[in-house]
């Protein structure tokens, strides 16, 4: 019963995955798919397993995924261009053909009931997987961590850049605006804020100074356009 | 066949009540935290905080909630729209389900069946409180994502990176609790604290949990997400009326999460404080252990709510560095350390308590006392005004002090006073 409830969920989600337009939307589906995933194995009595799958995969992997695709931005849907020649055939051969394999293999085994699960389990499974993990596979456990480990420092030593000229702590910047300001008179402070509270609650409404004029450094120089107060060139973008 | 044989047996109805209880707590814990916060901030800032609304203004947060909802709900036109709906739901839920497999107190007389004070336990429970707080950051993600704000995706950005750093060094905070306990099951962990409390055995451990929850609940001193000086209210910054309740209930039901976490694996859950069990039977029977649980777990909200006080927010940088650069390697080094004691004392055949409290406490205070000589903070000598004018008094070698340099324009362009204070030219003279 719980198996048909989780499988239809999970297929459903499948599904999702392959015909969501938006990216963000697949990579839910995906995590729908992985959640599903867990609570089987959680069902077949692999608390663990169940555990994991959920910590690594739909916690660190895919969060990883949706941290990539949430920067593209809210409405940006696939493409349906090609980027690659003859894809589209090639995925439906290959898509064929792995369908008709899984179908022959599965359709040949017969499915009973399970054996074993007791003695694998004995004395609790976390504890058993850890007997088997730390003595048995401990090679193999170990080999996979350093390869992982190594896939890690490569993509740092890929990613870092020396610095060329030395970091500007803010006690440097402060200097640099105080400098300023005796060299040039140019203000240490902080702009002035939009007169919104005046009369009207918009960001471009120019603040007034203490003589009745306009200050033209209270409107950003994207709102104000250039045309009325002409804060354009001497607007924030300093 | 691993001790959890007492779960699993209970009848349906006993089941229905418990998940009935589990979530009235939560909700309940949600309201009078928020009072709590509330009156103690205010004390705190010299105020008086709520006072209107029932005996101590109790009701206060009811009323308020009561507010919220019956708000305008607004739906921005760049959201996208199932995503935007489902992200509260999706940090909201789990925050309740986590609650699940704390242990409020021993097998009781619950309606006449004997059944721990606990809805569930599995082999893997405290496993199982991370993978579904990672399920919880979604919910904040994605509510940062589908707001289509800058803010927002900000926010939502800002948090997902924090909360899967600190979830990192919260894990492995987790490990020696692990080692001491032999078992990742809350009841075992809390069954394993009948003599020592893990709070005192693993000490580092217990810090590096204290510091890490914080940054794993967003908030102060670590609520960049929400830091409203830069990103207006960060993931919910577009949310209003039942959705933005909604993540208020996860942020504060998370908090009373991470606190009732910390009471279970170090400070021996619902047992008795400070030895009175030794004294008193009773009091590690019946009922009386949801007190000592709930007593612990307020002192810990209270310290989130002092903290809250008092500490200004971090910059996002620093907060990194010391969540990778200082918890990440103290964790691991403190395993190792946990790792080859226990297994000295399993192979020689002694008790690792107490060395293993004595290097905690020897590693701590070294740390403390590092901390504390790095403060340049020292005692301000003060010059009196000399003048009959009332000027405020001034450090002694001008208004500069502490580590800044001194600021030197050349020459001709600085003049100092006779008090020690520099003038700085006007631009004219400048120029």
């Known amino acids: ?84 020649a003859g894809q589209k055939v090639l995925a439906v051969v290959l898509g064929v053909a792995l369908g008709a394999t ?42 996979t961590s350093a390869l992982l480990i190594t896939a890690a420092i490569g993509a740092m030593v890929l990613a870092h850049r020396e610095r060329i000229d030395p970091k500007q702590s803010q006690t440097d910047l402060a200097q640099k605006r105080v400098a300023d300001y005796a060299k040039s008179g140019k203000h240490l402070g902080p702009l002035p804020p939009p007169g919104t509270f005046a009369r009207h609650n918009s960001n471009d409404t120019p603040a007034l100074l203490p003589d009745g004029s306009q200050s033209t450094k209270s409107v950003p120089a994207i709102l104000a356009g250039g045309n009325s107060n002409g804060s354009a060139d001497e607007g924030q973008g300093e | 066949m691993n001790g959890l044989e007492q779960f699993g047996q209970d009848p349906w109805w006993i089941i229905a009540i418990k998940v009935l209880l589990v979530f009235v707590v939560c909700v309940v814990l949600t309201l009078f ?8 901030v ?50 909201c839920v789990p925050a309740f389900v986590t609650f699940s497999v704390i242990p409020f107190g021993p097998e009781v007389n619950f309606f006449g069946v004997q059944t721990p004070l606990q809805l569930t336990d599995m082999p893997v ?12 950051i ?33 894990g492995l905070a987790l490990v020696t609790v692990f080692l001491m306990a032999g078992s990742l099951s809350t009841s075992q962990i809390v069954a394993a604290q009948e003599d020592w409390w893990f709070g005192a055995l693993l000490l580092p451990s217990f810090l590096i949990y204290c510091i890490s929850m ?22 919910h910054t577009e949310y209003s009326s039942l959705k933005f309740a909604l993540f208020f209930l996860a942020e504060y039901i998370n908090m009373a999460t991470v606190s009732a976490l910390a009471t279970t ?124 004018f009332p000027t405020p008094t001034l450090p002694q070698g001008g208004a500069v002090r502490g580590a800044a340099q001194p600021l030197v324009f050349g020459p001709p362009a600085v003049s100092t006073a006779t008090n020690g204070v520099r003038i700085l030219p006007s631009p004219e003279e400048a120029k």
């Open chain 1, 1 to 84: 019963m719980s198996f048909v409830i989780l499988a239809s969920v999970t297929v459903i989600a499948a599904m999702g995955l392959l015909f969501a337009r938006k990216p963000v939307h697949a990579a839910l589906s995906l995590a729908v798919v992985m959640v599903g995933l867990a609570m089987i194995y959680a069902t077949l009595e692999a608390p663990f397993l169940f555990a994991v799958q959920i910590v690594v995969y739909t916690g660190a992997i895919l969060m990883l995924f949706l941290f990539v695709i949430m920067l593209v931005g809210v409405d940006t849907s696939d493409t349906l261009k090609e980027t690659i």
């Open chain 1, 102 to 143: 899984l179908i022959a293999g599965v359709g040949q085994a017969s499915i009973a009931t399970m054996r074993g699960l007791a003695s694998a389990n004995e004395g609790g499974n976390v504890q058993r997987l850890a007997d088997l993990l730390f003595s048995r596979y401990v090679i193999a456990f170990e080999a």
């Open chain 2, 33 to 40: 935290n928020i009072w709590w916060e509330r009156k103690v």
């Open chain 2, 42 to 91: 205010a004390r705190m800032q010299h105020r008086i905080g709520p006072n209107r609304h029932g005996p101590f203004g109790l009701l206060q947060s009811l009323a308020d909630g009561v507010k919220l909802a019956l708000k305008e709900d607004l739906t921005p036109e760049k959201a996208d729209k199932i995503v935007f709906i489902t992200a509260p739901i999706l940090a």
């Open chain 2, 125 to 136: 429970a405290v496993l199982f409180v991370m993978a579904i707080a990672s399920i919880g």
């Open chain 2, 138 to 170: 979604y919910g904040i993600v994605l509510g940062g994502w589908a707001s289509g704000s800058t803010y927002s995706l900000l926010g939502g950005l800002r948090s997902s990176a924090q909360m899967i750093s600190y979830e990192v060094s919260m």
């Open chain 2, 214 to 235: 914080v940054g794993e609940t967003n908030r102060a001193p670590f609520d960049l997400p929400e830091a409203e000086g830069e990103l207006v209210g960060g993931f």
């Open chain 2, 265 to 388: 694996l170090f400070l021996g859950g619902w047992r008795a404080p400070l030895g009175l069990g030794t004294v008193w039977a009773g009091a590690n029977e019946g009922y009386w252990p949801v007190l000592w649980f709930f007593l612990k777990m307020f002192f810990f909200i209270w310290v989130f709510i002092w903290l809250r006080g008092t500490l200004p927010r971090l910059r996002y940088d620093q907060f990194m560095f010391l969540g990778w650069k200082v918890l990440l390697p103290a964790s691991l080094a403190w395993i190792v350390v946990v790792a080859v004691i226990k297994m000295a004392a399993i192979e020689g055949g002694f008790s690792p308590n107490w060395i293993l409290f004595g290097f905690g406490l020897a590693v701590t205070v070294v740390v403390v006392l590092g901390f504390l000589n790095r403060l340049p903070e020292k005692e301000a000598q003060v010059t009196k005004p000399t003048g009959g």
